[in-house]
């Protein structure tokens, strides 16, 4: 059923189908960006790999925030000075869908850019990269990846390759 409610929410969300107006160049895409969203991975095998990601990045001079559960309480985050957007079990609703109130909050929000960290096809979680205002949305490869980001790769083996491939090639960028 989580497969189902997914594939309809992002076929009828007209959010999602309005994201990629327009061509975006991906010239100095780090050089000219300082405020960056990181929304960490669901599985909770990945997050420790995901806050290190988090890290490394407000390391090269980056303003970072990251959409983690508000039960996960990572010091390094607030030593880094990272900030932090928490979401509980309240922010999504019926089939582990982001709900309006959830959604209406990030709405709100501007980020350079934002990375997804999910590595699954379906989580519901790569469905908010489609709300805060951001020039660039990146993410790996996968089921939808077109839909959600205009910066897409393909994942290493271990999730510790991937994300470091993916830190040491954006910040290429």
């Known amino acids: 059923m989580k497969k189902f409610s997914f594939k309809m929410f992002v076929r009828f969300s007209s959010r999602i ?25 669901e599985d909770p095998e ?20 990251v959409l983690i559960p508000g039960t996960v309480n990572y010091n390094e985050l607030v030593t880094g000075g990272i900030r932090r957007i928490d979401y509980g079990k309240d922010e999504f609703g ?11 909050k990030l709405s709100g929000t501007s980020f350079d850019i934002v990375i997804d960290l999910n590595l699954a096809d379906y989580s519901s979680l790569s469905l908010l990269t489609a709300y805060p205002q951001a020039k660039y949305r990146v993410g790996f490869r996968k089921l939808y990846g077109e839909k959600f980001y205009n910066l897409m790769f ?20």
């Open 46 to 65: 990945l997050l420790s790999s995901g806050v290190n990601f988090a890290i490394e990045l407000r390391g090269a001079r980056k303003n970072v925030t």
């Open 154 to 173: 393909v994942p290493g083996e271990t999730a510790g390759e991937k994300y470091t491939e993916l830190l040491k090639l954006i910040i290429n960028l």
């Open 17 to 41: 189908r309005r994201l990629f107006e327009g061509e975006v160049k991906f010239d100095g895409m780090m050089n000219n960006s300082s405020d960056i969203l990181i929304i960490l991975p």
């Open 94 to 104: 019926l089939f582990r869908l982001p709900s309006g109130k959830f959604r209406k």
